[in-house]
């Protein structure tokens, strides 16, 4: 028995969309829904523009194995659920995602450099130094990730089950889409 029941069989509050709709505050949708032609961040028209998401999601239960990171690499491998979405974004918002994006390539490449320059300053017998150039041009990298990462999100996965995908987005779009009506249980 399946976890949750296809989508495409339950009905929806008079929408032409027949399989992209609202769960409390997340859409729901699937890989080959078709979206309305608004951007999901600020609902403005994305004028046809569409770009493919990449979204994955495992239970979120499974943060408690990150203790014992081999149990949790094996569960997260079992367990994490993928989908592509193609959804519509406006042009200031893919603008923004293009900056997002430049600058942080921007920004890391000046990490490197800086580190590199970094390392040729350290005298070779100062290992302990050395390491925490290394380490902090690390550091660095990995809260450029983060902030590329936050700054150019679309879409955060909640839930991926069967061929249905909960996601989070704007409220105003999110407010213009259908009511999922779940069968009577
Ligand atoms: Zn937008």
Excluded at 34 to 62: K, M
Excluded at 168 to 179: E, K
């Amino acid at each position: 028995m399946p976890l949750v029941p296809d989508l495409l069989q339950l009905s929806t509050d008079g929408a032409s969309i027949t399989d992209l709709c609202r769960d409390g505050d997340l859409a729901v949708c699937q890989p080959d829904s078709q979206w309305p032609d608004r951007c999901v961040i600020c609902n403005s028209p994305a004028n046809g523009y569409r770009t493919p998401i990449r979204l994955s999601w495992h239970p979120t239960e499974l943060y408690f194995l990150l203790f014992i990171p081999p149990l949790y690499m094996v569960a997260a491998i079992a367990l994490t659920r993928s989908a592509t979405v193609n959804v519509p974004i406006c042009s200031q918002h893919v603008r923004r995602r293009r900056r997002s994006l430049f600058l942080s390539v921007a920004l890391a490449l000046t990490v490197v450099g800086s580190c590199s320059a970094g390392l040729e300053l350290v005298p070779k017998q100062n290992f302990t130094a050395a390491v925490t150039v290394c380490l902090a041009g690390l550091t660095l990298l990995i809260a450029i990730l983060v902030w590329t990462t936050l700054r150019s999100r679309v879409l955060e996965p909640r839930r991926i089950q069967e061929r249905n995908v909960w996601v989070t987005c704007g409220r105003d779009f999110l407010a213009s889409l259908p009511t999922l009506e779940r069968p009577p249980s």
